[in-house]
């Protein structure tokens, strides 16, 4: 007999998700439904606006994503004005969007996914003498005494005894899908409450290129940091020491502790190498352009479409193509003039409802009907997977050297054929490659810059076209920007010199799309087809492969009332995400 389990709110993203599955009498799901459950609206608020400040209302779409939708945003109306940036300016710009992946898959890894896998209450019961062996095994971690894994145990223990399990509230302890010995439990606690420290050294390089952090400032043709070492406001000797350090530190945890972690804990769940796919499309826009802005050929991460898990066949997306890229409102909760079962390019995209829906607290969504706010991006009328996996799938595929040895790596430490990166442990080991692989180009853009400072060639800005009297009185652009949660996507509609249309495709929109006009499901839904769960009542598996994609409502929708109202509104107008 089959039942529907429903999982509202997930938790430990960012924004609201709910989530439902069908599952039949062998407990295996067989259909699943993906929802967001705020409604969209950044985009209506940008009409009408000077595009150069677009940046600063873009990045209030979320909490954590702020510096992607502000790239996203500024190389739009790069893209639509044909501005080209210094090249100093550019590596400025690498550095902060390669300090971005970093700083967000080692808090996704440890605060967001691993307690998916590890059970904090099982590190009660280690040895920390036999935690201690395993952590000097795997690497040369500074945090290795017994002594120091019996202190967090005693953390720990104290959190237990107080009653009140704090950040470790809400998880299903004891569940029988655990797998991790209570040695490698009490080491990841232990990385866990490390990592939180950690991040006070990786935010320093957008404190100081930005300003602050979250929400840095930018600017339209280059970044807000001029370079002189001489003076007390600018990019000096001493700032430039301080971005060194914090890149030494951040490439130290991710080899010592952050990769380790992944090869220990994997071993344990390699069924995982099964499970969670459910697509075998991906797409990417790409990423850290090579002199400027413009040069897709130079990107470190390619632009391109993967279809059918086919490797040798690497098509390359034009975001320009109105018979291809478009998105579709057939089940969400959203009206197109041309009809619900028309697809639209971003240039010419609509942000129209009129909710219609069931009114919360319901029972069950109305999957025949619309049922989420999140609309239906595809590519040649095909859903798409983005994120860490679709960019190391084509950045192995494509030859990048320092990808293949890693990916070739995890595969041979965890024994597995390269058809396990189609999976939830493939998502979650590509995170962890292209962590390693952007830390390590940290270093290469530092020193590059270094270079170009030597030089002389300290230009960070160009403002040749920043008065409008120079525009044309219609332009329209793409901004780019992969995410480290996948493909970021703006177009930006610029008339006499105020913005016409804005429309953002966010990675979390791509993957938590619901059903299209053809009923295909998005990557979230088809992901969950098949995975077999220890208790239905107690959902962990199904946690374990949307946390894989580390979803991100708050980027692709905002919040309403039970009435369908807008909760607030910001002095700016801009509307509230609550956390």
Known sequence: ????????????????????????????????????????????????????????????????????????????????????????????????????????????????????????????????????????????????????????????????????????????????????????????????????????????????????????????????????????????????????????????????????DLLAIAPYYLEYGGIGEGLGNFLTWGEFPGEDNSDVSKFLVPRAVILNRDLNNIQMPDPRDFARMQEYVAHSWYDYSGGEKSGLHPWKGETNFDYTGPKPPYDYLEVDKKYSWLKAPRWAETPMEVGPLARVLVMYAGGHEQTKELVNLVLSSLNVGTSALFSTLGRTAARAVETKVYADAMRTYYNDLIAEIKAGNTQTYNGEKWDPITWPSHAQGFGYMEAPRGALGHWIVINNGKIENYQMVVPTTWNGSPRDHKGQPGAYEASLVGTPLAKPDWPLEVLRTIHSFDPCMACAIHMVDAEGKEVGETATGLSICYR
């Open 1 to 260: 007999m089959e039942q529907r389990i429903v999982i509202d709110p997930i938790t430990r993203i960012e924004g609201h998700l709910r989530i439902e599955v069908t599952v039949d009498g062998n407990n295996k799901i067989t259909d699943a439904y993906s929802s967001g459950t705020m409604v969209r609206g950044i985009e209506k608020i940008l009409r009408g606006r000077d595009p150069r400040e677009a940046w600063a209302f873009a990045q209030r779409a979320c909490g954590v994503c702020t510096t992607v939708h502000s790239f996203a945003s500024i190389r739009s109306v790069e893209d639509a004005l044909g501005i080209k940036i210094p090249k100093a300016a550019n590596l400025i710009r690498n550095l902060m969007i390669a300090q971005q992946y970093v700083h967000d898959h080692v808090m996704h890894f440890y605060h967001l996914h691993a307690l998916d896998w590890v059970d904090v209450v099982s590190a009660l019961k280690a040895d920390p003498t036999e935690t201690s062996a395993i952590q000097q095994k795997i690497s040369s971690w500074s945090k290795s005494s017994p002594a120091y894994f019996a202190s967090v145990q005693q953390k720990v223990q104290a959190i237990v005894d107080s009653g009140q399990l704090s950040i470790f509230a809400n998880a299903y302890w004891g569940h029988p899908a655990y797998k991790l010995p209570p040695e490698i439990n009490l080491l990841a606690v232990a990385h866990y409450l490390e990592a939180l420290d950690w991040q006070k050294d990786a935010v320093k390089i957008h404190t100081i290129f930005g300003g602050k952090n979250p929400h840095p400032n930018f600017v339209v043709g280059g970044v807000p940091m001029p370079i002189d070492l001489n003076s007390d406001t600018a990019l000096n000797a001493e700032r430039l020491s301080i971005i060194s350090d914090s890149i030494d530190k951040m490439i130290e945890f991710v080899d010592q502790v952050y990769l380790p």
